[in-house]
């Protein structure tokens, strides 16, 4: 974690910056000194690493710090029932590179032979159907922008802080350009007997990890991916063929998809009453709560970071809501008692990652750093105090929407604030 | 723009035609409580439904093949757990399951499923729900009798799914409600009377009532 720690660029580059300018004077010695004088790099003088004849780029070596981490701060006893988070905090723009998109997996990671998969669509239709690879790819397709949030970004962390990065803390959430065939299309192919109203969805993992879904939801917009972000899936994101319920906790959207079966009414499985269901007052449990709120959190500065400097800071972070758009990201310095409206950074779509920012001078004393999204709908995220009122927070709770603050003391560091702003 | 719509009303207009309306009723987002409100029949929040700025060509292919319903069978493993619909023939005994407990998962789950090296335990829990300190076992959480069997049979043991026989399965699952308490050491399970296993939580569960929230947008002096 010690690259977290590296310095944001700070004012006094800048005044150094301008100062070359600023002095004015004769054009060959101009300019106070201070900056080290330049001296012609390495790379400049030898060339480069010839063209491979083929390969699959990868980043510079000098990223190599920017990986996708398995979850330490609740640490699980084996590996394959578990998780790994995304680098938030060294992402820029609305898109995750399909290799930092996170994870989680019920029973480890299948390498399935797509020349041999097959989906199948049964129960309450017409005419039970299966479909081969080269079949679905052979569909009219569709491209769409949305994020995918885990049901459990961001357990530890509710009434006191656990983690330290933004990682840690939401990094159970990426930006994926999906592409495959609708589900309705196929759906409507092998044609729906009446009364259908619910449908199950299953992998081919060693989990058979599997939800069932209001028949609404599949129609509406469900996909029936294949390729994200300009290429097939990966293996640890459900290649060859994945369902992707826009806007709905990630496992619903089933992955290594190998059956649809029509029905009317739900299952209740294991994976929608022992898990992923919500405690709620009373002993109660919320049941088939799916849909991921409207919620949003500042990347830059995080937690673990440090501002090496007072001066200029740009502040962004991301907003998604599975409710619609965002129409708009508040921004406060103090805590909470007073709020700016930040700049909404286009494109702006549907239940897609969309990004903010905000110029801040920062003085160089304690400050503490939330964000506050509204969504199409004019719902407004809420603190983890407003979701208090309503749901009891005992043991593993899932979805967190609350506001996340980042505190940031005298030395410029900055730390997570959660339960303490 | 105009033949994306029009695209897009022709592939409802199918679509009604084919089956129910679905996703093309009320497709305007300012719909009134459409959008980030809808709700399933069923009263599960939807979340925004359409429309969508990314549609389909209207063409509609058909590249299924058909299979029968007697060849989906080594897939078809699902149990809708309320009614048990889907539990095959078939019985098994607690006797039985503590051996094949002890063969094939105690390694994991520990003894008297109490809790191993790679799982906690699977007994106990009932009435923790209402402390601080929720204990979430098959027989504390499950609300039906049949999500035991539905998930022993699709995902364990963990290192060889799907590999224990319907007896197995039924075995197995008499001796976790056994050791919790809710089925008599002699007891042999079947299809109907693993039903008929009266659970604990069958009324602890609420269908989604979000959003339940309502934070104001306050900009100055807010607290």
Same mark, same amino acid.
């Given at each position: 974690m010690s690259k977290d720690k590296e310095p944001l660029p700070g004012r006094r580059s800048f005044l150094r910056n301008t100062a070359a300018f600023a002095g004015g004077g004769a054009i060959a010695a101009a300019g106070a000194s201070g900056a080290a004088p330049l001296e012609i790099a390495p790379s400049s003088k030898e060339p480069g690493r010839p063209i491979p004849e083929s390969m699959y780029g990868s980043p510079s070596k000098f990223e190599a710090h920017v990986a996708r981490r398995r979850t330490d701060v609740l640490k699980n006893r084996q590996n394959w029932s578990d998780w790994s988070m995304t680098p938030l905090q060294y992402q820029p723009g609305i898109i995750t590179p399909n290799g930092l998109v996170f994870e989680r997996h019920h029973a480890g990671i299948p390498d399935i032979d797509p020349a041999t998969h097959r989906l199948v669509i049964h129960g309450m239709v017409k005419q039970p159907l299966t479909f081969s690879m080269e079949d679905l790819v052979r569909y009219p397709s569709v491209s769409r922008f949305h994020f995918h949030e885990c049901s459990g970004n961001g357990l530890t962390d509710w009434l006191k802080p656990a983690a330290t990065t933004v990682q840690q803390t939401h990094g159970l959430l990426s930006g994926v350009l999906w592409t495959g065939v609708l589900a309705s299309t196929l759906m409507e192919e092998a044609g729906l007997d009446p009364g259908a109203s619910w449908v199950l969805f299953e992998g081919a993992d060693a989990a058979a990890h599997a939800r069932s879904i209001p028949l609404e939801k599949v129609m509406d917009d469900a996909i029936i991916a294949y390729a994200m972000n300009g290429e097939r899936l990966r293996a640890e994101n459900g290649y060859p063929v994945r369902l992707v319920l826009p806007g709905w906790e990630g496992n619903t959207s089933i992955k290594w998809l190998r059956r649809i079966k029509v029905g009317d009414q739900p299952w209740h499985l294991r994976s929608e009453t022992a898990r992923y269901t919500d405690p709620m007052p009373e002993g109660k449990w919320r049941q088939f709560s799916m849909v991921m709120e409207t919620k949003s959190v500042i990347t830059s500065p995080s937690g673990g970071q440090s501002l090496k400097r007072p001066g200029f800071y740009e502040v962004t972070g991301l907003a998604w809501s599975g409710s619609g758009k965002i129409r708009a990201v508040d921004v406060s310095f103090d805590g909470g008692k007073n709020w700016r409206e930040a700049v909404v950074e286009g494109p702006v779509m549907d239940k897609s990652l969309t990004r903010f920012k905000i110029g801040w001078n920062w003085d160089g004393k304690p400050a503490v750093l939330m964000s506050r999204a509204v969504d199409s709908n004019g719902y407004v995220? *809420?603190?983890?105090?407003?979701?208090? +009122?309503?749901?009891?927070?005992?043991?593993? @709770?899932? =979805?967190?929407?609350?506001?996340? *603050?980042?505190?940031?003391?005298?030395?410029?560091?900055?730390?997570?604030?959660? #339960?303490? &702003? | 723009?105009?033949?994306?719509?029009?695209?897009? &009303? @022709?592939?409802? &207009?199918?679509?009604?035609? %084919? %089956?129910?309306?679905?996703?093309? $009723? #009320?497709?305007?987002? !300012?719909?009134?409580?459409?959008?980030?409100?809808?709700? /399933?029949? /069923? #009263?599960?929040? %939807?979340? +925004?439904?359409? *429309? =969508?700025? @990314?549609?389909?060509?209207?063409?509609?292919?058909?590249?299924?093949? *058909?299979? /029968?319903?007697?060849?989906? $069978?080594?897939w078809n493993i699902d149990v809708? !757990?309320?009614?048990?619909?889907?539990?095959?023939?078939?019985?098994?005994? @607690?006797?039985?399951? +503590?051996?094949?407990?002890e063969a094939k998962c105690l390694a994991c789950h520990g003894a008297d499923a109490k809790g191993g090296p790679v799982f906690g335990t699977m007994v106990g829990g009932v009435g923790s729900f209402t402390t601080n300190a929720r204990v979430l076992t098959p027989g504390s959480m499950y609300p039906y009798a049949p999500v035991l069997f539905d998930y022993v049979r699709r995902a364990m043991p963990m290192d060889r799914p799907q590999s224990l026989t319907n007896e197995e399965v039924y075995a197995v699952t008499a001796y976790l409600l056994n050791l919790n308490g809710l089925v008599p050491p002699n007891a042999v399970l079947d299809a109907a009377s693993l039903v008929a296993v009266q659970m604990p939580n069958r009324n602890g569960f609420m269908v989604d009532n979000r959003p339940d929230t309502n934070a104001q947008r306050c900009m100055k002096d807010c607290k």
């Open positions: 995220q *809420p603190t983890v105090a407003d979701i208090q +009122k309503s749901r009891a927070i005992v043991g593993f @709770v899932q =979805h967190h929407n609350g506001i996340q *603050p980042w505190a940031i003391n005298e030395k410029g560091e900055v730390r997570n604030a959660i #339960g303490q &702003a | 723009m105009r033949s994306a719509k029009r695209e897009a &009303a @022709v592939a409802c &207009a199918l679509s009604a035609a %084919l %089956l129910l309306a679905w996703g093309c $009723a #009320g497709t305007g987002e !300012t719909a009134g409580a459409g959008g980030g409100m809808a709700k /399933s029949a /069923s #009263g599960i929040p %939807l979340g +925004k439904t359409g *429309p =969508h700025e @990314v549609q389909p060509i209207a063409d509609r292919p058909r590249f299924g093949q *058909p299979i /029968s319903e007697a060849d989906v $069978a080594a809708r !757990t309320p009614d048990g619909r889907g539990l095959p023939a078939g019985r098994g005994s @607690v006797e039985q399951g +503590k051996k094949v407990y």
